[in-house]
């Protein structure tokens, strides 16, 4: 660390050569190619966007070991790289919350909106919706706890308690495979699809989408608890779980509006 900074003469990290950044992008070269070539019947297309899914993966997972690396043993994540990091991951969200920003849009604009081909009222006259208050419910309450869960493992990891981050971390982890269930379970289940009017579509996307997001979220999480475990944070060095916390509560809020104008609201 200290030859680092007797060097550099400054705290940014200059990384270092690396063929993961070119092995990535062609790997999502033959994703996009392989999946276009399997969408249109072409012999091969499957193998190709199989294999270009596997070396995204792959990529992944060397070049996020190679940050890892990066922060923990060479010692390149200063105070201006974490805040440089903190920024990233906050635009990042922002670019998220445009993202379902899009999806509330085409649900209101629907609903307040409603065509005669809906019979001229929200929700469509020939639909059954779910009750909001039954699976939605359980899951809005178990996500909110994770939220809870989730904030005591940030503190516990800054008042250095490993113990109880682990804990905690733990916790969040599961009531996160339990919402994924029960939102598998609430699809299985639905008496309509996606295809039934732009309801189907905005609420299957919407939600769909979020899932998505809960199923990350819930991966970001458990590489924190494995990291928890193999020390690699400390009560003034983790950035990569304070990222995955705000990922969660941009989940958990997400939800809230999901809840309230989709399930709630729009029923």
Same mark, same amino acid.
Request: net charge neutral.
């Given at each position: 660390?200290?030859?680092?900074?007797?060097?550099?003469?400054?705290?940014?990290?200059?990384?270092?050569?690396?063929?993961?950044?070119?092995?990535?992008?062609?790997?999502?070269?033959?994703?996009?190619?392989?999946?276009?070539?399997?969408?249109?019947?072409?012999?091969?297309?499957?193998?190709?966007?199989?294999?270009?899914?596997?070396?995204?993966?792959?990529?992944?997972?060397?070049?996020?070991?190679?940050?890892?690396?990066?922060?923990?043993?060479?010692?390149?994540?200063?105070?201006?790289?974490?805040?440089?990091?903190?920024?990233?991951?906050?635009?990042?969200? @922002?670019?998220?919350?445009? $993202? /379902?920003? +899009?999806?509330?849009?085409?649900? &209101? =604009?629907?609903?307040?909106?409603?065509?005669?081909?809906?019979?001229?009222?929200?929700?469509?006259?020939?639909?059954?919706?779910?009750?909001?208050?039954?699976?939605?419910?359980?899951?809005?309450?178990?996500?909110?706890?994770?939220?809870?869960?989730?904030?005591?493992?940030?503190?516990?990891?800054?008042?250095?308690?490993?113990?109880?981050?682990?804990?905690?971390?733990?916790?969040?982890?599961?009531?996160?495979?339990?919402?994924?269930?029960?939102?598998?379970?609430?699809?299985?289940?639905?008496?309509?699809?996606?295809?039934?009017? @732009?309801?189907?579509?905005? $609420? /299957?996307? +919407?939600?769909?989408?979020?899932? &998505? =997001?809960?199923?990350?979220?819930?991966?970001?999480?458990?590489?924190?608890?494995?990291?928890?475990?193999?020390?690699?944070?400390?009560?003034?060095?983790?950035?990569?779980?304070?990222?995955?916390?705000?990922?969660?509560?941009?989940?958990?809020?997400?939800?809230?509006?999901?809840?309230?104008?989709?399930?709630?609201?729009?029923?």
């Amino acid at each position: 660390m200290s030859n680092i900074r007797n060097n550099q003469k400054h705290g940014f990290h200059l990384v270092d050569p690396s063929p993961w950044p070119l092995i990535a992008a062609f790997s999502a070269l033959m994703l996009t190619f392989g999946g276009v070539l399997y969408m249109h019947g072409y012999v091969g297309g499957d193998l190709l966007w199989k294999f270009g899914i596997t070396m995204i993966l792959f990529m992944m997972y060397v070049w996020w070991r190679d940050i890892i690396r990066e922060g923990t043993i060479e010692g390149q994540h200063t105070v201006v790289v974490q805040r440089g990091l903190r920024m990233g991951m906050l635009l990042f969200i @922002v670019s998220e919350i445009m $993202f /379902f920003f +899009a999806f509330f849009w085409a649900f &209101f =604009h629907s609903s307040f909106n409603p065509s005669i081909a809906l019979g001229g009222v929200w929700p469509p006259a020939f639909m059954t919706i779910l009750d909001p208050w039954k699976v939605p419910l359980l899951n809005t309450i178990i996500l909110l706890t994770s939220g809870a869960t989730v904030t005591w493992a940030h503190h516990a990891i800054v008042w250095g308690s490993k113990s109880h981050g682990m804990s905690a971390l733990a916790y969040t982890v599961i009531l996160a495979i339990i919402f994924t269930g029960l939102q598998v379970f609430e699809y299985v289940t639905s008496p309509f699809s996606i295809s039934d009017s @732009v309801y189907g579509s905005t $609420f /299957f996307m +919407a939600t769909g989408f979020h899932g &998505f =997001h809960v199923f990350i979220g819930t991966c970001f999480l458990a590489i924190c608890l494995i990291r928890l475990f193999c020390n690699h944070f400390t009560r003034e060095h983790h950035f990569g779980f304070e990222a995955a916390a705000w990922y969660w509560h941009f989940v958990d809020v997400v939800w809230l509006f999901l809840f309230l104008s989709i399930y709630w609201w729009g029923s």
